[in-house]
């Protein structure tokens, strides 16, 4: 139920003809750190319109199944130019709602995301085709920790 069914680094690896091959007519995508930097806001990263665009042009349909908060996901799905929902509840909750909303067949979506207790873990559990990718910023999460720890040093908690 952990493992994913394939492994990349990077959404964009998904491209229209590696999706048909397999019979993936969907893309179920998280937000953070798969599609952009965790938590942040602005521009997306280089390529990602573009790839977005090529799944589009080749008629695959792309979602975002968030556990963001509903204005951030908002922002994103408008920036993005697709379409979504959250927060979904992964691993629990989202993508069966999901792939009944496309009126698809489990095993012709791809779940798309770095983590494997939300993404993976709940796209198996529904019967999809599970990606795994790297993490955006996995750096910037670690540090940010760091700092918290600092943080709560220094704040003597
Ligand atoms: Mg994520």
Not at 11 to 40: C, F, H, I, Q, S
Not at 45 to 67: D, F, H, R
Not at 85 to 113: D, M, S, T, Y
């Amino acid at each position: 139920m952990l493992r994913p069914k394939a492994q990349l680094q990077s959404v964009t690896e998904l491209t229209p003809g590696w999706l048909m091959e397999r019979g993936l007519r969907a893309v179920l995508l998280d937000l953070d750190n798969t599609l952009v930097p965790y938590k942040t806001y602005g521009e997306p990263p280089v390529g990602m319109l573009e790839w977005l665009w090529t799944l589009k042009q080749a008629g695959i349909e792309a979602m975002l199944v968030s556990n963001a908060t509903p204005s951030r996901v908002r922002y994103w799905c408008d920036k993005l130019g697709i379409w979504g929902f959250g927060p979904a509840g992964k691993p629990w909750f989202g993508f069966r709602a999901a792939i009944q909303q496309l009126e698809l067949h489990p095993e012709e979506v791809a779940v798309v995301g770095d983590q494997i207790f939300t993404d993976v873990l709940g796209g198996n559990l529904v019967g999809a085709y599970t990606v795994l990718v790297s993490p955006l910023s996995p750096g910037e999460m670690m540090y940010t920790r760091l700092v918290r720890k600092l943080e709560a040093l220094v704040l003597g908690r």
